[in-house]
T-cell receptor
């Protein structure tokens, strides 16, 4: 059973460009969470999605950030007009519906904004 | 705002020693998870505890959930260099949607 897949692993963007991060959950998992880990800081929740629905986006910045989990295909975290402060590691996690806290993480995407 | 305080932040010990990492909060959690994270990788789930007072063992690692479900501990017996890494506790609040609230982490170094 393949684990959570994320791509790309590393992404370099210039200020003002768009960043698209992809996440494929574990087989059989219908819950996807995105977290951000800033340098020297802990992991912070961003958004929780189920297929075609955003369940909780309380950790998402109000502007420039969006997320989706379409019926087919991976979950996408999109950051428009990136700024240097967006440089961080972005992790996706998935869980089965029965135990919400039991989340399995992908390897992360390291975003660097130059 | 729910917070998880982890202590100690850094721990450097000799191979064979025992250690305990603590995770404390003033809030009640419906479940609590322990993860281990290597540099450049995502956190790897070690255990989930759900019931107050629950104790789970994973080889030389013992995890305990406090009776009131506000705190947890990770105890490692006879630490080995392979235990070196960042240990994270994370909890799910009673009324939230399943999002994890993370502690700041404990960086463990086990010297041979």
């Amino acid at each position: 059973n393949a684990g959570v897949m994320q791509n790309p692993r590393h992404l370099v963007r210039r200020r003002g460009q768009e960043a698209r991060l992809r996440c494929s959950p574990m087989k059989g998992h219908s819950h996807v969470y995105w977290y951000r880990q800033l340098p020297e800081e802990g992991l912070k929740f961003m958004v929780y999605l189920q297929k075609e629905n955003i369940i909780d986006e309380s950790g998402m910045p109000k502007e420039r950030f969006s997320a989706e989990f379409p019926k087919e295909g991976p979950s996408i975290l999109r950051i428009q007009q990136v700024v240097r402060g967006d440089s961080a590691a972005y992790f996706c996690a998935s869980s089965p519906s029965t135990v919400p806290g039991e989340q399995y993480f992908g390897p992360g995407t390291r975003l660097t904004v130059t | 705002t729910q917070l998880l305080e982890q202590s100690p932040q850094f721990l450097s010990i000799q191979e064979g020693e025992n250690l305990t990492v603590y995770c404390n909060s003033s809030s009640v959690f419906s479940s609590l998870q322990w993860y281990r994270q290597e540099p450049g990788e995502g956190p790897v789930l070690l255990v989930t505890v759900v019931t107050g007072g629950e104790v789970k063992k994973l080889k030389r690692l013992t995890f305990q959930f406090g009776d009131a479900r506000k705190d947890s501990s990770l105890h490692i017996t006879a630490a080995q260099p392979g235990d070196t890494g960042l240990y994270l506790c994370a909890g799910v609040g009673l009324s939230n949607t399943g999002k994890l609230i993370f502690g700041q982490g404990t960086t463990l170094q086990v010297k041979p």
